[in-house]
């Protein structure tokens, strides 16, 4: 399912969905970046229907189902989302967590300079808007247990246990 709107003028932008095994995932972008993958549990239907999605918009898709095949752990795509530059400095600290691997709010924290900061970098990571490909999933408690996932902790559970198991060989994290 897809559709194409104009969200900013000029700026053509694209939404299209993806049933993964995790649910129906939106996904929204330009013909250069990909903005949004958002888990979409709403009830009704999404709506609309167009079958011409740019070059990136195929790509992110085949590399979604890449990923949930277990083929894929890095994606090569251009995203854009808008945010504060320390929302920024945490997205892209996401993005150096290595597949399979997790980390606590905490050393998330650590890695922004300041560890008193561990409620803004949660708070930061809770306004991501490209789940899966910004990595928000990797990050837990300290006391390693699933915390905190706009998602869902079923969800979070289960992009881990994937990732463990095609890393690792590991049946079950939690």
Request: with cysteine.
């Amino acid at each position: 399912m897809d559709n194409a709107s104009a969200d900013i003028p000029g700026i053509v932008s694209y939404t299209t969905y993806y049933h993964s095994p995790v649910g129906l995932l939106k996904i929204s972008g330009t013909e250069n970046y990909i903005s949004e993958i958002s888990f979409f549990d709403k009830v009704q239907k999404p709506e609309g229907r167009r079958k011409n999605l740019p070059p990136l918009m195929i790509q992110c898709l085949e590399q979604l189902i890449q990923y949930f095949q277990g083929e894929r752990r890095v994606f090569e795509l251009a995203i854009h989302q808008a945010g504060s530059p320390f929302q920024q400095e945490v997205w892209n600290e996401l993005m150096t967590i290595p597949y399979g691997k997790t980390i606590s709010y905490l050393e998330l924290a650590r890695k922004t300079g300041d560890t008193k900061a561990t409620r803004a970098v949660a708070n930061a990571n809770g306004r991501n808007n490209v789940a899966i490909i910004v990595p928000c999933h990797r990050v837990i408690g300290s006391n390693r247990e699933l915390i905190g996932y706009g998602g869902g902790l079923w969800r979070k559970k289960w992009l881990l246990e994937l990732e463990a198991k095609v890393a690792h060989g590991v049946q079950t994290l939690f």
